[in-house]
């Protein structure tokens, strides 16, 4: 279970944050600029809040009080950035390769399962900049779990796809996500992917999480403008 | 021809005839210095005695300062990229500095710095000794005057490394020093390549500041830059021979190095 | 692109190379061919001077512009070897003061100047470091001391040097210049960088012209090289040909000439040429 409470600011925007992911995926959604983004990198550790406090599981990563602040390659989160960040410069198997194993050894074996698994392997030895959409995508999914990471953060990541890709890559990753029993974030403006993803919805404006709930909690009692909209244009 | 078109096509030829201009410009001395150079003038130059010592010297010389500005100035660049301070702006713009102070200027400040009677003359060396005119002033001349190239255009080539790539290499467990090594230094090094020529051929061509701080001694301290300056006092040819072999032997550099990048980003996209 | 666009940008990069190219030769030539003006309308001098003559002839430009009002003088100084060099390829100039005489004859045979004559003399002497000044103290001593700096072979100072040197070694100790050249850690490129050197400290000690060292400061001693190994710098001056002001040119090598002109070339360390006397 990954939890967080987190305050800071980025530029003008004052983050004042708190979020709980079970095991399953809590998906979170927001307008523009409301912070989601920035959320993620301070669960990673690549921001760091004013204050906050974030643990998983057992395991403390923040802890402005008492000054633990564990570093980014130590915290076991996969992370899947908007843009995918494919390393250009290696093949599909290196990138999915890059996560060491504790005696510095690439992880070879989980590496190459999980590009059969995907589908990548007639892929495994092209450059990254050859793929499309919905094969990055995959590369980068392969890549963080590779990892073994302990939860999984993804930004937006169906929002380069095109609407037939999108579809075939949200019910993979749903089945996938499902299996996996991992606590993930997935930041979306999608109502559609809220909808197959999430059991449970976090709504971020203005860097408040100002609700949280199931689908059917929302739309019964939406508590903003934004929500009303959000939740009347995805369809049930 | 509509008018948009035709608006597109004295724009073109705008374009064609400014750069050409410049181009045939920047060409033409070469191609002067080519022709009256007969090959029998060209042949007896390069066996002037001062050619082989001067040009010896000089691929010693800069060799050792590119990698010592290569050597410190990859980890200051990658600092500067990653900083978004005060201090680190106004680090920048020191380091800008030697490019914009005439060489000369800069030989005798750095003769009044490390010079015998200069500022540090006193922590540095033995009394009465100095670096001044030994080869390591030659070397010491050309880190100074050449460094600010590599060092701008690698924190440039640092600054455009995409961020996301950092961030999720820490993710998968990658200490900075690693993700250092096999993510942002891959990816920078064609900017970094490109600043190391630049560098080294500023080095190369390096004269006033040399002469100043190093003196003029063959074998020791005179560069091939110096050694053409000599040769031009007394015998004009052996001055043009020498300043061919130094063109050849920059344009060949230069070539070499463009030469590995493009075989370099060829094998990367073909594989 | 198409055919007639691409024709019409190979037009317009020819054109503009042409144009640009035949602008510059038209301002070369335009300079070149005007007719010389008449000795009324000169009011140009250049004159091309040694480095050494650089305080005595900048003293006399104030001089001569006085006599001549409206006439401006231009001085150019450099080392000797290199103004040759720029009269060989042909530069405009009224009047060459040269600190040697090979090059001069040189320009002569080449039929660039006019009869040259000598108007000054120049003796080298030792420059010592104020470090170094207790323990040099003469032209016997200086295998002593740690760094030596003297001009290139190729700059008539540097020249003279290695001459003196010959001539020590002929009187006492044959391998005197072999010494002395053991301790050589640069050879300038003109006769101020080697004064320069020695003031500054960097350099013990080094030969330069008694002219030189009128002219700086207090860092250094001076130590008089004794007559029978000196050797003494004849100066040679002569009118260009290739000049625009040669009435200005002529007025310009009296007043070198002149008792006012070897007063202030006396007043700059300069000994006044035998009476008389033209290079052969």
Aim: charged content about 20%; some cysteine.
């Amino acid at each position: 279970m990954l939890q967080a409470t987190v305050t800071g600011h980025i530029g003008s925007l004052q983050i004042d944050a708190s979020l709980v992911a079970h095991g399953g995926t809590l998906v979170l959604v927001g307008p523009n600029g409301a912070g989601k983004t920035t959320l993620l990198l301070m669960l990673l550790g690549a921001r760091r809040p004013e204050a906050g406090r974030i643990t998983l599981g057992e395991t403390v990563l923040l802890d402005s009080t008492s000054g633990v602040d564990v570093p980014i390659e130590e915290r076991r989160l996969g992370y899947v950035p908007q843009d995918y960040a494919l390393f250009p410069h290696l093949t599909v198997l290196e990138n999915v390769e890059f996560a060491r194993s504790n005696e510095g050894q690439p992880r070879r074996a989980r590496a190459r399962q999980l590009v059969d698994e995907f589908g990548l392997g007639p892929l495994a030895n092209r450059r990254t900049t050859e793929l499309s959409g919905g094969e990055k995508q995959k590369v980068a999914l392969a890549r963080a779990l590779a990892a073994e990471p302990r939860a999984l953060l993804l930004d937006e990541p169906l929002a380069a796809l095109d609407a037939a890709t999108r579809r075939d890559v949200r019910s993979f990753l749903c089945d996938y996500l499902a299996k996996l029993d991992l606590p993930s974030v997935l930041v979306t403006h999608d109502p559609a992917d809220a909808l197959a993803f999430g059991a449970r919805i976090g709504v971020m404006e203005g860097g408040r999480v100002i609700q949280s709930g199931t689908w059917e909690e929302l739309r019964a009692r939406p508590a903003s403008p934004f929500v009303e909209q959000f939740v009347s244009s995805g369809a049930r | 021809m509509s008018a948009r078109a035709r608006v597109r096509a004295h724009a073109y030829l705008v374009l064609v005839f400014a750069g050409g201009v410049l181009a045939l410009f920047l060409l033409a001395p070469v191609v002067g210095l080519v022709a009256a150079t007969s090959p029998a003038d060209f042949w007896s130059g390069l066996h002037h005695p001062l050619v082989w010592p001067a040009l010896r010297l000089s691929l010693l010389t800069t060799t050792v300062s590119l990698l010592v500005v290569v050597g410190l100035g990859t980890p200051l660049a990658w600092a500067l990229a990653r900083s978004t301070g005060r201090v680190a702006r106004a680090v920048e713009v020191v380091v800008q500095l030697p490019a914009v102070i005439p060489p000369a200027v800069a030989g005798v400040a750095l003769l009044l710095t490390f010079g015998r009677r200069g500022l540090f003359a006193g922590w540095l060396y033995p009394q009465g000794w100095s670096v001044t005119f030994t080869t390591a002033a030659v070397i010491l001349a050309e880190i100074f005057v050449s460094a600010p190239y590599f060092v701008q255009a690698a924190t440039d080539a640092f600054r455009r490394v995409d961020q996301s790539c950092v961030v999720v290499a820490r993710t998968l467990g990658a200490f900075p020093l690693r993700v250092f090594w096999q993510i942002e230094l891959p990816l920078a090094v064609s900017g970094l390549v490109a600043g190391a020529a630049m560098s080294w051929a500023r080095s190369l061509g390096e004269f006033g500041a040399t002469l100043m701080f190093a003196g003029n001694a063959s074998g020791k301290t005179q560069t091939l830059p110096l050694a053409i300056y000599m040769a031009f006092e007394s015998d004009l040819r052996a001055a043009q021979a020498l300043s061919l072999v130094l063109i050849a032997v920059a344009f060949g550099v230069l070539l070499a190095a463009r030469a590995t990048l493009a075989r370099g980003a060829r094998a990367r996209v073909a594989r | 692109m198409t055919r007639p666009m691409q024709r019409r940008a190979f037009a317009s990069l020819v054109a503009g190379a042409l144009g640009a190219g035949l602008a510059l030769l038209a301002s070369c030539q335009g300079s070149g061919s005007e007719p010389a003006p008449a000795a009324a309308r000169e009011t140009q001098l250049v004159v091309f001077a040694a480095t050494s003559l650089r305080d005595a002839f900048t003293a006399m430009v104030a001089v001569f512009e006085k006599a001549h009002p409206g006439v401006r003088v231009t001085l150019n100084f450099a080392g000797t070897q290199e103004i040759r060099t720029q009269l060989e390829q042909g530069a405009v100039a009224d009047v060459f003061a040269s600190a040697d005489e090979r090059h001069m004859k040189a320009l002569q045979d080449a039929n660039r100047v006019e009869q040259p004559e000598i108007f000054a003399e120049n003796e080298a002497v030792l420059v010592v470091s104020s470090e170094r000044a207790e323990s040099v103290r003469s032209l016997a001593d200086l295998p002593s001391a740690a760094r030596i700096v003297l001009g290139a072979p190729e700059v008539p100072i540097g020249r003279y040097a290695l001459q003196i040197l010959d001539r020590a070694s002929a009187k006492g100790g044959a391998d005197f210049r072999a010494r002395v050249e053991a301790r050589v850690v640069s050879r300038e490129l003109n006769v101020r960088q080697v004064l320069a050197k020695v003031s500054l400290g960097e350099a013990d000690a080094g030969i330069v012209y008694r002219s030189d060292v009128a002219s700086a400061g207090t860092q250094y001693a001076v130590v008089t090289i004794p007559a029978d190994v000196n050797v003494i710098a004849r100066y040679p001056i002569a009118q260009v040909k290739a000049g625009r002001s040669p009435s200005l040119g002529r007025e310009w090598v009296t007043l070198v000439g002149s008792e006012q002109g070897r007063a202030i070339l006396r007043g700059c360390g300069f000994m006044a040429p035998p009476r008389a006397q033209a290079t052969p």
